[in-house]
């Protein structure tokens, strides 16, 4: 199955705003390169660990949507998005599924967040550290859909899952994952104790990867996957919303509708600076608020009134 492929050349500063901008508009999947590689064999595929922001000076974006896009169109979407920044040295081409998904997976090494959760590609062995019995393992074939742990924006999440699940406030409870991508949260919120979790997306791509992956890792009962018109409404005493600023924004009212009093959310894919005007947005309906920041990227959590 081919796709429509954009690259771009940015500066470090820059990479940020492109990146938001291209998954505002709807990229399946973007990926970072070191453009300095272009010159050299290497072939650096680039998405920061777990605390880190290692970004070269000058870095390529590559984006994926779905072969059918009109590439004007949108780049006109870009353009309305964020006009202050150059989308003149966008770049298109049609690519299939190996040229991008196979390197990809070659470069996802197996990750640790907080105490005991571990994200481990389905074609790795499992590390000598997540050996022990109280390790939350996750094995993840991500394919299409986003949410691999590597990304700052699901490792904040992931962090503050393992950090629920020491304080024991996971245990034998039900999760809400709102944006579920690949069902990394929701997994490994199971795999730390939950007794079950249920997957939203509005991608139906990424509803067959969170159910494959819940297959994978031997939980299938466990996890339920909808898309938003489908949703059964209920409220959970955890909440986990890895979506972006301005989705956070309209969706207020309905995430807040989900969390039983004294329930947990946390919400994630807000670039720093977003999280003001977010902060005093869910003031209404939530008390100790904090904002954490890896990176350029935040996630604000609080507890429901």
Same mark, same amino acid.
């Given at each position: ?160 899952? %393992? ?66 018109? %489908? ?21 207020? %009212? ?32 939530? %008390? ?18």
């Amino acid at each position: 199955m081919p796709y429509l492929e954009l690259t771009l050349r940015c500066a470090e500063a820059e990479q940020p705003r492109y990146e938001n901008a291209l998954e505002d508009v709807g990229a399946l999947s973007v990926t970072l390169l070191d453009a300095d590689a272009e010159t050299s064999n290497e072939n650096a595929i680039l998405e920061p660990g777990v605390g880190q922001t290692p970004l070269w000076n000058a870095l390529v974006l590559n984006a994926l949507f779905p072969a059918e896009t009109d590439a004007l169109l949108l780049l006109a979407a870009l353009e309305s998005f964020d006009p202050g920044l150059d989308w003149t040295r966008v770049a298109f081409r049609s690519v299939e599924d190996q040229d991008w998904e196979r390197a990809w997976l070659d470069q996802f090494k197996p990750m640790r967040f907080g105490q005991r959760t571990f994200i481990v590609p389905w074609n790795h062995a499992l590390p000598e550290e997540a050996a022990h019995a109280q390790a939350a393992v996750v094995r993840l074939d991500p394919g299409l859909a986003f949410g691999s742990g590597t990304h700052p924006t699901t490792s904040l999440c992931l962090g503050w899952l %393992d950090q629920l699940a020491q304080a024991g406030e996971l245990q034998g409870r039900r999760v809400l994952d709102f944006g579920c991508g690949s069902g990394i949260l929701a997994l490994a919120a199971i795999k730390l104790g939950a007794a079950a979790a249920i997957g939203v997306d509005n991608d139906p791509q990424a509803l067959i990867a969170s159910a494959d992956n819940a297959e994978r890792n031997a939980v299938g009962p466990q996890l339920q996957v909808y898309l938003p018109q %489908d949703e059964p409404v209920a409220r959970y005493p955890i909440v986990v919303a890895n979506i972006l600023a301005s989705a956070l924004d309209a969706l207020a %009212d309905t995430l807040a509708a989900r969390v039983e009093p004294g329930g947990r959310i946390a919400l994630s894919g807000i670039l720093h600076g977003q999280e003001p005007e977010l902060l005093q947005r869910y003031a209404q309906w939530f %008390d100790q608020l904090v904002a954490s920041r890896e990176g350029d990227w935040m996630r604000i959590d609080g507890v429901r009134r």
